[in-house]
């Protein structure tokens, strides 16, 4: 079956950095798009980055522009958020998702949390 796998999340201090990977199994990776939400205590989840299915194109929320890349390998099934100049903001937990081209079937992983602060 389906499986994404977040990790890398951390607690870290305000202005540093982490990279968030998420390994995906059990679908052909290049079929899909990708992309990060976080869901902040109390908040709703929100849409952080996206990415095509051949990395072509990526979007970002205007809260995270400028601090925050997202990238993907197909070889090995992998997309990545790395998150820099972090915010006490930012704290929330983030997951990835993949949208299927063809079904437009959305997977979800379980999540990993991300701390900022001091």
């Known amino acids: 079956q389906v499986q994404l796998v977040e990790s890398g999340g951390g607690l870290v201090q305000p202005g540093g950095s982490l990279k968030l990977s998420c390994a995906a199994s059990g679908l052909t990776f290049s079929n899909f798009h990708m992309r990060w939400y976080r869901q902040a205590p109390g908040k709703e989840r929100e849409l952080v980055a996206r990415?095509?299915?051949?990395?072509?194109?990526?979007n970002y929320a205007d809260p995270v522009k400028g601090r925050f890349t997202i990238s993907r390998d197909n070889a090995k099934n992998t997309v990545y958020l790395q998150m820099n100049s972090l915010k006490p903001e930012d704290t929330a937990v983030y997951y990835c998702?993949?949208?299927?081209?063809?079904?437009?079937?959305?997977?979800w992983g379980q999540g990993t949390q991300v701390t900022v602060s001091s």
């Open positions: 990415i095509t299915i051949a990395g072509g194109s990526t």
């Open positions: 998702s993949a949208l299927s081209t063809f079904s437009g079937r959305d997977y």
